[in-house]
């Protein structure tokens, strides 16, 4: 027999059994043994129509523990969904609700099988946890290439999913699975150094935070610390029961393994997507109010994959609830009947983008459009005047100089009243003109938009609610730009060097700053401001949710706080802006005029 490090004798690993049974309305088989490459076991539930046949599978593999229920794992999100939006609820017993992937009870009377796959190291699968790696993404594959041979299926999968579930979705498209058919990706991020852990540079703690309030919790051998299904009361996290040092050395140190890269390099590139080999027919959803995680990728993606069947959809509000309103799952099914099952239901002529066009007081209309950029964007110019922190179209005369402290509360410039209303949806940029007293500096950029007596309109975003306009980050050491890649609207940084400054040397700036979309009200001001630190919303607190460890101040859990990151000494000298010259600093808008 085994023995733990501290002698004692480790009893004999228990196995998982499989059984099937017929339950509302489905015959479900739980724990469904998919053996990898290496021999490693994962583990499934599926759910399909009680009548044999062939049908297509949606598929989900990630780490949250496939028997976790929505209503236990998250309850604060749950409850939030559940009584503004009582049609998620409705028509369901909501028994088999999981975190950010499908309710099988609204899926199988349509004819789908429901898979759900708890990654290596997570729920009930065992192995060392190691998320978005290569060895994750075969994981994907091969679970994708065993659900396109079974006896139950058509042969086509789908997949659908939201964060998480959408972002491998990415990776696992690039490997090019023949049986992979169709794919949703809803909210998710795409790639690994921009989208998820370093903005513009800066070392994002929303990962190694998120490892320990919603991956540690649910660590394969987590017994009852990580609860029971409330449908056949059996441990979501496996039969084992492992010590905490035996847990720990069956996961990787997520947060040091990101810091010690903080470098577009091949740890990066190995987690994110290949471009010109996603090829497979998709529907990528983002939500405006995503900044930090969720809707950047969702774009990017839009743009640069290879795929020719490919549509746009951004909307708002809190990222888990659209996924599961008729909203959003009647898309998603038209979608998934047209390439999955074969039905001529019209989606083939479906407008290629979808836009929920945001205004004041979360009110959204519905516009179709073709393609995204659009096409008739008027890329305006606002030009950054020192004299009164303004915003104008025309450049200011004479050069100046104004300064803030460089982890500090920073500059803001604001528009006289808009004249009319004013549309603005498409990505920002912005091109500044910075030099430190140290030899880096972090750049924090916040599009705001202000009533007419500056009052400041925020949003419920995709997790805070109090969520700004619109937000860009850069570090002035990794300024170097991608000439290929970049866009006038879209600045492309290589981040595979550092440039470092010389204090008191000037240096241009190139910003990204996130896809968005506002009408601003006649009467209402633009403004951009630019700190040394995360934004903070100036009114009530957001409180907190059950799955993240901080208040919500405004950028939600995607904050930007390591000490070892920015240290002091690097990065809490003194920021200097600088006007006039060849290159007057402007904030680039996205206006749309009326169709």
């Not at 733990?4 to 088989?29: C, F, H, I, N, Y």
Request: charged share 25%; hydrophobic share 35%; net charge negative.
């Amino acid at each position: 027999m085994a023995s733990r490090q501290d002698g004692t004798a480790k009893p004999p690993a228990r196995q998982l059994r499989t059984w099937s049974e017929e339950r509302d309305g489905m015959r479900v088989d739980w724990d469904v043994a998919i053996t990898m490459d290496d021999g490693l076991v994962l583990r499934a539930d599926v759910f399909r129509p009680i009548t044999p046949g062939k049908y297509p599978v949606l598929l989900s593999y990630g780490p949250y523990a496939k028997g976790l229920a929505y209503q236990e794992g998250y309850p604060s999100a749950w409850e939030r969904m559940a009584t503004k939006q009582p049609d998620v609820t409705a028509g369901s017993s909501n028994l088999y609700q999981n975190w950010e992937v499908v309710d099988p009870e609204k899926w199988v009377p349509h004819d789908y099988i429901c898979v759900r796959i708890d990654s290596r190291g997570c729920g009930c699968s065992p192995g060392i946890i190691d998320h978005f790696s290569p060895r994750e993404t075969k994981d994907f594959y091969d679970c994708i290439e065993w659900s396109g041979v079974q006896d139950w299926s058509n042969g086509k999968v789908g997949l659908n999913g939201i964060s998480y579930y959408g972002i491998n979705q990415w990776h696992v498209a690039s490997m090019e699975p023949p049986h992979l058919a169709a794919m949703c990706i809803w909210e998710g991020a795409a790639d690994w150094y921009r989208d998820m852990t370093h903005h513009g540079g800066i070392l994002s703690t929303f990962w190694a935070n998120w490892y320990d309030m919603q991956v540690k919790t649910v660590q394969y051998g987590a017994g009852e610390r990580g609860k029971r299904s409330p449908v056949h009361r059996q441990l979501v996290c496996g039969p084992e029961i492992l010590t905490d040092e035996e847990l720990a050395a069956n996961r990787v140190d997520f947060g040091a393994d990101i810091r010690s890269h903080p470098m577009d390099d091949a740890y990066h590139k190995a987690r994110s997507p290949v471009w010109s080999k996603v090829k497979v027919p998709f529907l990528s959803a983002a939500n405006w109010g995503g900044q930090g995680l969720h809707p950047r990728g969702n774009f990017e993606g839009y743009f640069r994959a290879a795929s020719k069947d490919k549509w746009l959809e951004a909307h708002g509000i809190e990222h888990w609830t659209h996924f599961y309103t008729d909203y959003g799952r009647e898309q998603q099914l038209k979608f998934f009947d047209y390439f999955l099952h074969g039905k001529k239901n019209g989606w083939d002529k479906q407008p290629k983008v979808n836009l929920q066009v945001r205004h004041p007081g979360e009110t959204f209309v519905a516009r179709a459009e073709s393609e995204w950029p659009l096409k008739r964007t008027k890329w305006t110019k606002l030009y950054l005047d020192p004299k009164g922190g303004a915003l104008s179209s025309k450049k200011p005369a004479g050069e100046s100089a104004l300064s803030f402290a460089a982890m500090g509360e920073g500059l803001t410039f604001v528009t006289p009243p808009l004249e009319a209303d004013t549309e603005i949806t498409g990505p920002s940029a912005a091109k500044l003109v910075v030099s430190s007293s140290t030899s880096d500096a972090d750049m924090f950029l916040i599009v705001r938009v202000f009533t007419p007596d500056l009052k400041e309109i925020v949003f419920q975003g995709a997790i805070d609610p109090h969520t700004p306009i619109a937000q860009g980050w850069l570090r002035a050491s990794h300024r170097k730009l991608d000439k290929e890649l970049s866009q006038p609207w879209r600045p492309y940084h290589t981040h595979d060097e550092r440039q470092k400054l010389k204090p008191g040397q000037k240096v241009d700036l190139d910003i990204e700053i996130w896809p968005t979309s506002i009408v601003a009200p006649a009467g209402h001001r633009i403004a951009l401001t630019i700190r040394g630190k995360d934004y903070e919303y100036g009114g009530a607190s957001g409180g907190k949710l059950s799955n993240f460890k901080n208040e919500l101040k405004g950028c939600g859990p995607f904050l930007h706080d390591d000490p070892i990151d920015r240290p002091p000494e690097i990065f809490g000298g003194t920021t200097t802006l600088h006007f006039g010259g060849e290159e007057a600093p402007y904030l680039l808008l996205p206006v749309i005029p009326g169709k």
